[in-house]
């Protein structure tokens, strides 16, 4: 989609969306409106940010033992870009290169051995080719897998720690399935996409599922006794595609293509539902203990982040981010408890959020590093006059903004040369009337907003 100002651009349901949750509600949308209901007062959404430099288009979340994040991502600028890796360890960041180079990191996807290390596939666009790294414990390996880089590419570890990969190259945009355990790999052509996503998951004998998509065909094909089986499933054109299994031997596949969609195949078959009517791309899903799905997707008219989860009746959905274009890199994964994490980009840093009690010692809301460009609110709700604290990364001309939950323009608190540093300005509300806003910082191809709610 159109990068946009998201700020400048907010539909009235989706702010109307933002503004309850701000105020400690929620709302869950069905095919026919938005609802509003009470959201848990115990369990909410926390923040932190990763010490990385702007997430791009890749990059990829796991947890560790610990229920800490594992993230690996491509850097895509300065003399350590590259396919990075780095890990919380409960207090910090600990990042390195695992492999340099401007064009390293692409598509990178991660899993975890049995040991719990780190697996990641990924793409070098420079000598054109598919690359597989991993970490033993004491030092990172890697290795070219396919000498010429396609286009989808996903992955999956057995429990034996061997590694299954599906991908299409790009020669005939045909659909490969690899095989690596002690001996190396085993490379078989198992069909031919005409787009390229494609997701692999392995069921609970350990036998690989590949989903792809040909000449509007949705393509299930699975290894079974040395035999791979196929099935068509449904007319559709995917734009992202992820795919798992849940207990039962359920098979969960969610897919955007103008719609968010969800299918799963049970003991009767294929079953297809519409998940969301603003589309998800990129989506990404994760499936609980109790047979619930989770996505974390991007909705495509304002480039929202939405998280959208199951219950009883249907599914709940979230708006959790909604400054624009804030839904690259999306990656969500489930804790031991099923709280759902989410990694993704927001226009100009990495973001992680997750659901549930504070945890590691993060807070909620927990603020940007000093090093990003970042705007923080000290009196909230703001009754008289609030400070508005600035931390400007570079030097430039920026303006604060004030806009109401139509995205209209109510008010400017600063506009002006600010160099690089910590700067404050004053927000006198007197002028509006109580409700809630949002005051946005922009400048120097960065923006960033925080809610504010106004009270007599």
């Not at 609802?35 to 909410?44: G, H, Q, S, Y």
């Not at 009746?313 to 959790?320: K, P, Q």
């Not at 959020?353 to 009196?379: C, D, F, K």
Request: glycine share 10%.
């Amino acid at each position: 989609p159109e990068m946009r100002d998201r700020s400048m651009n907010m539909n009235v349901s989706t702010a109307l969306a933002a503004m309850m949750l701000m105020a400690g509600t929620a709302y869950a949308q069905t095919s026919e409106d938005l609802m509003i209901r009470e959201a848990d007062l115990v369990d909410t959404w926390h923040y932190m940010y990763p010490e990385m430099p702007a997430t791009t288009s890749s990059s990829c979340m796991r947890l560790n033992a610990a229920g800490n994040p594992m993230i690996c991502y491509r850097r895509a600028t300065g003399s350590e870009s590259g396919l990075h890796y780095t890990e919380f360890d409960g207090s910090s960041w600990n990042d390195v290169t695992v492999d340099q180079g401007d064009y390293n990191g692409y598509a990178c996807s991660m899993e975890l051995s049995p040991e719990g290390y780190p697996v990641i596939i990924y793409g070098d666009f420079s000598q054109d080719d598919f690359r597989h790294a991993w970490y033993d414990g004491s030092e990172w390996h890697k290795e070219v897998f396919w000498a010429e880089a396609g286009n989808g590419m996903d992955m999956a570890v057995d429990t034996l720690g061997n590694l299954h990969v599906a991908f299409t190259d790009d020669d005939e945009n045909d659909v490969f399935y690899g095989f690596r355990d002690a001996s190396g790999w085993t490379f078989e052509n198992i069909g031919h996409a005409t787009t390229w996503p494609v997701a692999i998951a392995l069921d609970g004998d350990g036998n690989p599922h590949v989903i792809w998509e040909n000449s509007l065909q949705m393509i299930h094909q699975w290894l079974d006794g040395g035999t791979w089986y196929s099935e068509s499933y449904y007319m559709g054109y995917p734009e992202s595609l992820s795919m798992a299994f849940g207990p039962y031997g359920v098979l969960h596949v969610v897919m955007n293509g103008s719609d968010l969609m969800h299918f799963w195949r049970s003991s009767s078959g294929w079953h297809t539902e519409t998940v969301d009517t603003m589309g998800g791309i990129p989506c990404d899903m994760a499936v609980g203990a109790d047979n619930s799905v989770h996505i974390a997707y991007q909705e495509e008219l304002n480039a929202d982040l939405r998280y959208a989860g199951q219950t009883g009746s249907g599914w709940y959905i979230e708006v959790i981010s909604w400054e624009g274009f804030c839904g690259l890199s999306t990656s969500i994964v489930l804790d031991d408890s099923c709280n759902p994490h989410i990694l993704h980009s927001r226009s100009c840093w990495g973001e992680i959020i997750w659901w549930g009690p504070e945890t590691q010692g993060i807070g909620e809301g927990q603020e940007l590093p000093a090093s990003r460009t970042s705007l923080h609110v000290s009196a909230n709700p703001v009754r008289t006059s609030a400070i508005v604290y600035l931390n400007i990364q570079q030097t430039g001309d920026y303006t604060v903004s004030v806009y109401d939950i139509c995205g209209r323009l109510r008010q400017t608190v600063m506009d002006g040369h600010l160099t690089a540093g910590e700067h404050t300005v004053v927000f006198d509300p007197a002028s509006l009337p109580e409700g809630t806003y949002y005051l946005r910082l922009a400048g120097q191809g960065v923006s960033c907003s925080k809610a504010a709610v106004i009270l007599r």
